[in-house]
């Protein structure tokens, strides 16, 4: 199985900062079709996850450009600009490039 | 409007089997893929298996044979059973729709306990 490497566990912002996330896979995630699958998600407290970027780099309908994700082959990051209080959560990197699809272990983000 | 929607027994005997629905609207099953996605304090988030818009199905081998997953159309309703449930199973069990789990359901808490 693909496993996903998340960084750091958990961090701490300030509203108005930046932050960025990394997320490493132990196989490259460029599928046999050339997308590369690799989506994140955000689990706000006692929600549902939800779909922030798709193939690396795609945001999600409805989602702000205060998001945004990068990287290539088996390292990604995910960046959160103008951070706000809604933005807090545990957020998730996931593969569906091979199965099974597998999701890393989160990366929880409080605010100052 | 895309929503989706999971049913389930809520507590559940170990050995027993696990069965949930989730009710779609807003889209057609016909259309799109079905996925099933659990989160256990064990493992975190899990990938289940789905069900392609043209019926067929993928499973995660970690399941082996104990999973299945099928849909009535008619009914909008996507449908996972899980047999020889085990105390490991508890959690909370979600259905989200296509490739990249775009939209996903509120969840159903599954506790497997005697």
């Known amino acids: 199985d693909v496993v996903m490497t998340q960084t750091p566990v958990s961090l701490s912002v300030s509203l108005g900062g930046q932050v960025s996330i990394s997320c490493r896979s132990s196989q490259s995630l460029v599928h046999n079709n050339g997308n590369t699958y690799l989506s994140w998600y955000l689990q706000k407290p006692g929600q549902s996850p939800q779909l922030l970027i798709y193939k690396v780099s795609n945001r999600f309908s409805g989602i702000s450009d205060r998001f945004s994700g990068s990287g290539s082959g088996t390292d990604f990051t995910l960046k959160i600009s103008r951070v706000e209080p809604d933005d807090l959560g545990v957020y998730y990197c996931?593969?569906?490039?091979?199965?099974?699809?597998?999701f890393g272990s989160g990366t929880k983000l409080e605010i100052k | 409007q895309v929503q989706l929607k999971e049913t389930g027994p809520g507590l559940v005997q170990p050995t027993q089997t696990l069965s949930i629905t989730c009710t779609v609207s807003g889209f057609s099953l016909t259309s799109y893929y079905m996925q099933w996605v659990r989160q256990t304090p064990g493992k975190g988030l899990e990938w289940m298996g789905f069900?392609?818009?043209?019926?067929?199905?993928e499973y995660n081998s970690e399941f082996k044979s104990r999973l299945s997953i099928s849909r009535d159309t008619s009914k909008n309703q996507v449908f996972l059973k899980m047999n020889s449930l085990k105390t490991e199973d508890t959690g909370v069990y979600y259905c989200?729709?296509?490739?990249?789990?775009?939209?996903w359901g509120q969840g159903v808490m599954v506790t497997v306990s005697s």
């Open positions: 996931g593969q569906g490039t091979q199965y099974p699809f597998t």
């Open positions: 989200a729709r296509n490739w990249e789990l775009g939209y």
């Open positions: 069900i392609r818009s043209g019926g067929s199905t």
